[in-house]
Every structure is written in structure tokens, then in C-alpha cells.
């Protein structure tokens, strides 16, 4: 089933990157609004990602498995999922993603746009994979989503999603690797807070 998304959507990916080239968060005022439009910027506007979506229970054992393809092209994005049979399977845009933990604001960072933002002061200065992070919290209506900023690259270390003040699903990259000329995750983790299962999400592809 292919759906597309006219949101802003790669995965994640773009938020992840290591840094715009040129930029220096340091460098220039640090406002929740100067990070939030440096992490806007760092979705790329054209990028074709495939791999694979993996549901693990907590002791690592698969649950779930699918194929994924994922092309962006001037602001539209289009999805397929695969079944481990090679069948696109359908799906649908609320909720979690065929019962594993990634959902659509995973997929289309929708969050990045809303327009109801600042600082979550009490989380000033935490680091993620060793680096230190601004840390803003996102508001739209009910939702709530808590993003950590690398303080040098303006880059997004990670993302929590928050219900009634407290954390009910987190998104962050393990590991990163090079794709021709751009360096990015090729592995990211989705987890939902007491669930017992956690997603991983695997590039094999970018370009």
C-alpha cells in the first residue's frame, strides 16, 4: 500500500545528520526558535531510503519484521511496506506502524512544525552520546514532544514523546555510517515506555 505524506518525512534522518555545512550553533544566538529552524533545515528536500523495520521483545527476540521504501521528492513522500514475503502490506497513519512502536511522527517529524515551542528549562544542558543538548519542548493541542539539540551542530540527538508530563515513547540513533558523500544513522531504536518491545529501524540505503 503507498500513501503519501505531505509533511516533511525521511525517518529521521535529516534531523540526524551531523551538521549543516557551515553551521555552528555556538556560534550564533542559541533561542528555541534559532535550533528548531536549524533542525527544520537539516531535512533534506530530495532522498530515497530503504531497509528494514524490526519489532524485538526485551529479550531481543524478533516479533515482526518488514521491508521499507521510502522516496522524498520536492515535499512529497511516499511509503511502502513489505511483508517478509515480498507483499506490500497496508497500514494506517494513526497509531503505532502494523504493531511495532515507530509511528508517523517518527516517519514525517511533524512535531518540528508546530508552532507552540520553548525551552524545557529543567533539562538544560543534558548530553546525549556525550554531547551537550539544548533541550525544547514541542506543544500542539494534547501532544506534547520533548527534542534534544546538539548545542555545536544544532543537530537532533534524540526525541520523547510525552503524555500527561511523562515519557511514552523515545526515538534516537546507535549507529551512523557513511552513504556516499553524507554520513547518517543507519540505525535507529523506537521505544514505548513499558512495553516490553522495542523497534529497530534499519537503513540499508540512502541516496
Request: proline letters at 3%; hydrophobic letters at 40%.
Amino acid at each position: 500500500m503507498k500513501m503519501r505524506i505531505f509533511s516533511l518525512a525521511t525517518l529521521g534522518l535529516g534531523i540526524f545528520l551531523a551538521a549543516a555545512e557551515g553551521f555552528c550553533a555556538e556560534d550564533k544566538e542559541l533561542t528555541p526558535l534559532t535550533l528548531v529552524e536549524q533542525c527544520r533545515a537539516m531535512v533534506p528536500q530530495n532522498v530515497s531510503i530503504s531497509g528494514r523495520i524490526v519489532l524485538r521483545n526485551r529479550r531481543g527476540i524478533v516479533q515482526a519484521e518488514y521491508s521499507y521504501a521510502l522516496e522524498r521528492k520536492e515535499g512529497e513522500t511516499t511509503l511502502v511496506v513489505k511483508d517478509p514475503g515480498g507483499n506490500e502490506v497496508p497500514f494506517k497513519k494513526e497509531g503505532r506502524l502494523l504493531g511495532t512502536d515507530v509511528t508517523w511522527s517518527d516517519l514525517t517529524l511533524d512535531y518540528l512544525w508546530w508552532d507552540d515551542f520553548g525551552y524545557d528549562a529543567e533539562r538544560e544542558s543534558e548530553t546525549v552520546h556525550g554531547q551537550v543538548c539544548s533541550v525544547v519542548l514541542m506543544r500542539k493541542a494534547e501532544r506534547s514532544v520533548r527534542v534534544w539539540v546538539d548545542r555545536k551542530t544544532g543537530a537532533m540527538m534524540q526525541a520523547e514523546e510525552l503524555a500527561s508530563g511523562k515519557p511514552v515513547r523515545r526515538l534516537w540513533g546507535t549507529r551512523i555510517k557513511k552513504f556516499g558523500e553524507r554520513w547518517a544513522p543507519n540505525v535507529l531504536e523506537v521505544e514505548t515506555t513499558g512495553s516490553g518491545h522495542r523497534t529497530k529501524i534499519i537503513v540499508e540505503e540512502l541516496k
